[in-house]
């Protein structure tokens, strides 16, 4: 095998593999290396993503959710069933079998796309040199015209509660919990910690959350973070707001937390902890001392808006980078530099990257929060449609919830979507699409929806932007 790429991307995740995909159909003659290995010790792409994030985590939430289905929901519908019970063990093969699937998938995606798949530890050398150490410990060295760095990110440890992956766990393990636990502690009210929590309550766990900001969800808009406090407390997770971790101790198979509330010092005892206090990027062993790039002291690169490190053909992407640690960011970036550098203008819009819990019910935003809006001084209308009011909502029984919409005052063009209920992700996507095109609330609301659906949910936050809504009286008339 030639030693000679046009790129090389190191790691595998959706920021690696797309790119590696996207570069081969260019026509650029593409290798790709991946050090993570499945439980049998062979080398599996997909990295965070597909292998103990996004996917796992949805397919518990999944199997969770129609387990508490089945307990509370079902009875409405006039379903009987006698004796439910979650077999967990079941539960994680299904999860392991999802993963399965769909990594192997990209391994085929990879080949049939012509892309040369490497397994082993890449190391970025001096001269766009990448030097592969394969499982057997056999040292290969590769040149590129261009590489790009995708290694991704690994969970943030905590001092106060370092995770000893039998009773403290970062999101991995608690992907990997063989029984539900009686009482399950969770350091950290973001994205992993509402989802994991819920999955866990809803098996039976009964759930704290200790979180050390005083105000919950603090990047979303308002009016969701405090919807979702509300729709949290009525499922019994027990978030406590402005505590801080000071201590653990494991004894006799229970976990003692100590945290503080201002002054106070308080103890909780718990069957599991799970420590989900963000992610940090992962570059251990990437980096020749005189390969030429750097990382800042928080180990991020530093990258222009398409992803360039300022070096000669090196790249960056994904979680390495600012911006969200997010699949479809990083996949996006993938795309967007493979582009470039077969010489297209591909360019990114980091202003309409969504994001989404998806908790029950999901919660998801794209754009500016009404509160960010206001403080940069823009004026603003706004459009809220409750699901209590659309038909196909309460149809399924998810009447609760809204979704809102945020215009510019003087141009009525689209600036935010933030949704809190049933299929949110699916209708802020929508929005989303309507955003990049520039759309106007009154565009939105001249567009047909099907009937019934809860997309048209939206359509009616567009008509209530200007006044207009018909399933719902107005605030203001026109
Ligand atoms: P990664 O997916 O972390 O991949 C990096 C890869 O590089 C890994 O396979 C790693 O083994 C490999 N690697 C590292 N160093 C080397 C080296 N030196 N040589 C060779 N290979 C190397 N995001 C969403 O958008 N939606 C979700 O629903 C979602 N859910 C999540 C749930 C959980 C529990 C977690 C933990 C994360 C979740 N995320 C979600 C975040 C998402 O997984 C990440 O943002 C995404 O995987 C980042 O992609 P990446 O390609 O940058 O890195
Ligand atoms: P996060 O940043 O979402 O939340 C971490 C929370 O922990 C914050 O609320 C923070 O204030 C709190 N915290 C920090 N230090 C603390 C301490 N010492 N004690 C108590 N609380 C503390 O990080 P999380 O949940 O770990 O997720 C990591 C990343 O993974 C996120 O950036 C997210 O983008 C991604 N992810 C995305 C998902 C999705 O898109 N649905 C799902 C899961 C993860």
Known sequence: MSKDFDVIVIGSGPGGYVAAIRAAQLGLKTAIVEKWKNAEGKGVNGGTCLNTGCIPSKALLDSSHKYEAAAHEYSKHGIGLNDLSIDVEKMLTRKEGIVKQLTGGV?????????????????????????????EGKVSVYTAKNVILASGSVPVDIPPARADHEFIVDSTGALEFTEVPGRLGVVGAGVIGLELGSVWGRLGSEVVV????EDFLPTMDEAI????????KKQDLDIRLGCTVSGSEVKDGKVTLTYKKGDEELKEVFDKVIVCVGRRPYTDGLLADDCGVSTTDRGFFEVDDHCFTGVDGIWAIGDLVRGPMLAHKASEEGVMVVERIAGQKAEMNYDLVPGVIYTHPEIANVGKTEQELRA???????????????????????????????ADAKTDRV?????IG?????????????????????????????????SEALHEAALAVNGHAIHMPNKKKR
């Not at 012509?114 to 394969?134: N, P, R, W």
Request: a negative charge; glycine letters at 12%.
């Open 107 to 135: 391994a085929g995606l990879l080949k049939a796309n012509g892309a040369t798949s490497l397994f082993g530890t890449g190391k970025l050398l001096a001269g766009k040199t990448v030097e592969v150490t394969d499982f």
């Open 210 to 213: 200790i979180e050390a900001m």
């Open 225 to 232: 973070a405090k919807e979702a406090a509300k729709t949290f």
């Open 376 to 406: 940069e001084g823009v004026e603003v209308k706004v459009g809220v449609f409750p699901f209590a009011a659309s038909g196909r909502a309460l149809a399924s029984g998810e009447g609760s919830g809204f979704i809102k919409l945020i």
């Open 415 to 419: 600036l935010g979507a933030h949704c």
């Open 422 to 454: 049933p299929s949110a992700a699916e209708l802020v996507q929508q929005a989303a699409i309507a955003m990049e095109f520039s759309t106007s609330a009154e565009d939105l609301g001249y567009m047909v929806f099907s009937h019934p659906t809860v």
